[in-house]
């Protein structure tokens, strides 16, 4: 069982930046993908990005393309999403998954991730 815990959520300023990290702890950890998702109140998941965890390589939501990042640290089995520009509607709860299967083009469902993380609060003020 492996457990994913989010951290770095909280309040900030339109402008600002943020990074988010999800630790992956339990047994052997090697995902084929960690995405990034969120979820805003009355709104459904919806996917930010997503990194290849042997390749590095990313993928992001339009949203996100341009101001956030992902990263990964696989000896810390830690994954990053540097988040710069924040805006008001980026208000959401954040959620790290590892996916362990190559998932093709799929990887923007929140139906192919395997397990989850609690999720983190950020909340961007006007």
């Known amino acids: 069982q492996v457990q994913l815990v989010e951290s770095g959520g909280g309040l900030v300023q339109a402008g600002d930046s943020l990074r988010l990290s999800c630790a992956a702890s339990g047994r052997t950890f090697r995902p084929y993908a960690m995405g990034w998702f969120r979820q805003a109140p009355g709104k459904e998941r919806e996917f930010v990005g997503v990194?290849?965890?042997?390749?590095?390589?990313?993928r992001y939501s339009d949203f996100a393309e341009g101001r956030f990042f992902i990263s990964r640290d696989n000896d810390k089995n830690t994954v990053y999403l540097q988040m710069n520009n924040l805006r008001p509607e980026d208000t959401a709860v954040y959620f790290c998954?590892?996916?362990?299967?190559?998932?093709?083009?799929?990887?923007?469902?929140?139906?192919?991730?395997?397990?989850w993380g609690q999720g983190t609060q950020v909340t961007v003020s006007s």
């Open positions: 998954a590892a996916d362990y299967h190559y998932s093709g083009g799929t990887y923007h469902r929140a139906d192919v991730y395997d397990d």
């Open positions: 990194v290849n965890w042997s390749l590095g390589s990313t």
